[in-house]
Structure formats: structure tokens, C-alpha cells
């Protein structure tokens, strides 16, 4: 079936550090591919997402390439800042006679000053 | 602008007792889902109503059930609250998700913290 794996966290970084977090997916079809932020108290909202193999989803510093050959979407951001700690999910949609979204486990981001 | 109201934001419940947990969207969006958020688990889809007058069954429907009432309203009962039902309840909502659309992604509500003794 379709699924969602992403690194464990939680990750801590230095503030201004290189940021990866993994995510590989198993789907059939062409899924979309989205990263979910969510931070403390609140709910989840959209951060970037690719529709379709070598597409670039890119917002507020963050990136993540569709690699269909090695089926990953890993989340990178070259200098990352105390503001963004919060747990990032990654997610993609099926679609099916009902189309829906399917979330990984989610990675908990802490960075120090 | 309101996106997605959930209510309430805490609940606390005994054993066996039954709640509704309210959910709606002033978006005109079709589709809406019902997500529970367990540690080390992620986001688990209970139920969802890809359009009004649809509902149909997620990963983990069991001791749940959902009510469709209006475009805008989509409600999840529990009948009979048990201790594996603690967690925090997530509903969303979005246009009908389809290959190729722009807008393609989901509205989140703040969500429900359940706790059930």
C-alpha cells in the first residue's frame, strides 16, 4: 500500500546549521508530494510541495526535490533559524476513486540560539 | 478568516462516556477529513467526506463515527470514549484533491486535545 518513512527525530541544531530531513514514500501511481509544518499549538499547515518527478518545491528557505528513481523527497534548508522549530511531516496524496493524504510520522526540529 | 473551527480545544472524558467533537470550514471546500495525532505516530486518517453526502472510512475508524451534516459541517462522534482514544484530533479540509490542481492541500484546524480516564 501507499506509505510515508521519514528520519526519527527529534533533530537539534545549531542555529544557521544545514538542515536535511529524510522522507521516502512507497506509492503506486504518480503521487503529489507535500512537507507539513507544524508548530507548537497549532495545526498543520502547507510548507512546500512537488507534483511530479524533478519538480523543486521551495518556500521560506526550504527545499525538496521528487526523485522518483530513489522515491524520496528529503527537506533541506542551508541555514536554519530558532524560529523554525516545530515538527515537519512529510505527505503524499493518493489518488484514488478518493483522494486523500497520507502522513509520515512527523520530525521534531529544536534549534539552539 | 475563520479556515477551519474546531470545537472544543480540551476535553476530558471517563470511560464509556460519549462526545461529539464539531468541526467546520467557511472555505466552500468539498472535501473534509478527520486525523488523529498520536506521539511517534504521526497523523492518522479516521474518517473523511471527499463531498457532501460521502463519508467513508480512514486507517483507524474503529470507535469512531462521522457526520456529514452540510458542506460546511463534519462532525466525530465517540460513543463509547476508552483510553486508547486519548489524543489530539485534527479535522482539515480542502478542495477535492485531484492530479494536477494548484490549490492542492489541506486547511488544518487547531485542534482537540482529548483525554479519556
Known amino acids: 500500500g501507499n506509505s510515508v518513512t521519514q528520519m526519527e527525530g527529534p533533530v537539534t541544531l545549531s542555529e544557521e546549521a544545514f538542515l536535511t530531513i529524510n522522507c521516502t514514500y512507497t506509492a503506486t501511481g504518480y503521487p503529489s508530494l507535500f512537507w507539513y509544518v507544524q508548530y507548537p499549538g497549532e495545526g498543520l499547515q502547507l510548507l512546500l510541495k512537488a507534483t511530479k518527478a524533478d519538480d523543486k518545491g521551495s518556500n521560506k528557505g526550504f527545499e525538496a526535490t521528487y526523485r522518483k528513481e530513489t522515491t524520496s523527497f528529503h527537506l533541506e534548508k542551508g541555514s536554519v533559524q530558532v524560529s523554525d522549530s516545530a515538527v515537519y511531516f512529510c505527505a503524499l496524496t493518493t489518488y484514488s476513486s478518493a483522494s486523500k493524504i497520507i502522513f509520515g510520522s512527523g520530525t521534531r526540529l529544536s534549534i539552539r540560539p | 478568516n475563520a479556515g477551519v473551527t474546531q470545537t472544543p480545544k480540551f476535553q476530558v472524558l471517563k470511560t464509556g462516556q460519549s462526545m461529539t467533537l464539531q468541526c467546520a470550514q467557511d472555505?466552500?471546500?468539498?472535501?473534509m477529513y478527520w486525523y488523529r495525532q498520536d506521539p511517534g505516530m504521526g497523523l492518522r486518517l479516521i474518517y473523511y467526506s471527499a463531498s457532501e453526502g460521502t463519508t467513508d472510512k480512514g486507517e483507524v475508524p474503529n470507535g469512531y463515527n462521522v457526520s456529514r451534516l452540510n458542506k460546511r459541517e463534519f462532525s466525530l462522534r465517540l460513543e463509547s470514549a476508552a483510553p486508547s482514544q486519548t489524543s489530539v484530533y485534527f479535522c482539515?479540509?480542502?478542495?477535492?484533491?485531484?492530479?494536477?490542481?494548484?490549490?492542492?492541500?489541506?486547511?488544518f484546524g487547531s485542534g482537540t486535545q482529548l483525554s479519556v480516564l
Open positions: 482539515a479540509s480542502s478542495e477535492a484533491l485531484r492530479q494536477g490542481a494548484t490549490n492542492e492541500k489541506l486547511f
Open positions: 472555505m466552500n471546500h468539498n472535501s
